[in-house]
């Protein structure tokens, strides 16, 4: 079965640095492209970033990148995504979701559960 | 900006037809994925490629294409259906991945 694991909800200040997680299991991690997808509260799903496990090629969207950091651990089966300076309105939803196999069209096939950040004095 | 356009608020009979649509220039290229979120839940894929279901999805859930419109439609919706339905697509360079704004539905 897949499922991507993400790590709990967090509670941090403006400029602290924060870094959640995405736990891959059930599949050959390396083989799929995982995204982050941000969701502010009551607004849509904007989608950050994609990361390929097995060599950390990249792809940010032009509004989160040099905001944001996507990494992965391949040994841990783990991506990542981290902030070095978080501000109040990075308080949102995060979730990790996996690219789909099978079409040209990207679509996520799986999601995480969502790690709920809020940043707040 | 979202590069691609779906309708705020639809809203559909119980048992009736509805139709979800989105907009965009990447839908001329690329069938429009749908995926289906409840209130508190992770979002779900309803539709991916040009017309397929993953396992466990209801047949009601349909998609077609025109031009640079996708559409996502609910034959005979049902009460469980109510929920935030979005569009993603790609551009043509696979750098980019795109969401629609989303569309409430309510079933009444």
């Known amino acids: 079965e897949v499922r991507l694991e993400q790590s709990g909800a967090e509670m941090k200040k403006p400029g602290e640095s924060l870094k959640i997680s995405c736990k891959a299991s059930g599949y050959k991690f390396t083989n799929y492209w995982i995204a982050w997808v941000r969701q502010m509260p009551g607004k849509g799903l904007e989608w950050m970033g994609l990361l390929y496990p097995d060599d950390s090629e990249t792809r940010y969207s032009p509004s989160f990148q040099g905001q944001v950091i996507i990494s992965a651990d391949k040994s841990l089966n783990t991506a990542y995504l981290q902030w070095h300076s978080l501000k109040a309105s990075d308080t949102a939803m995060y979730y990790c979701a996996r690219l789909g196999p099978e079409v040209p069209e990207y679509y996520f096939d799986y999601w995480g559960q969502g790690t709920l950040v809020t940043v707040s004095s | 900006s979202s590069e691609l356009t779906q309708d705020p608020a639809v809203s559909v009979a119980l048992g009736q037809t509805v139709r979800i649509t989105c907009q965009g220039d990447s839908l001329r290229n690329y069938f429009a994925s749908w995926y289906q979120q409840r209130p508190g839940q992770a979002p779900v894929v309803v539709i991916y490629g040009k017309n397929n279901r993953p396992s466990g999805i209801p047949d009601r859930f349909s998609a077609s294409n025109s031009g640079n419109t996708g559409s996502l439609t609910i034959t005979g919706a049902q009460a469980e259906d109510e929920a935030d339905y979005y569009c993603?697509?790609?551009?043509?360079?696979?750098?980019?991945?795109?969401f629609g704004g989303g569309t409430k539905l309510t079933v009444l």
């Open positions: 993603n697509s790609r551009d043509i360079t696979g750098n980019h991945v795109f």
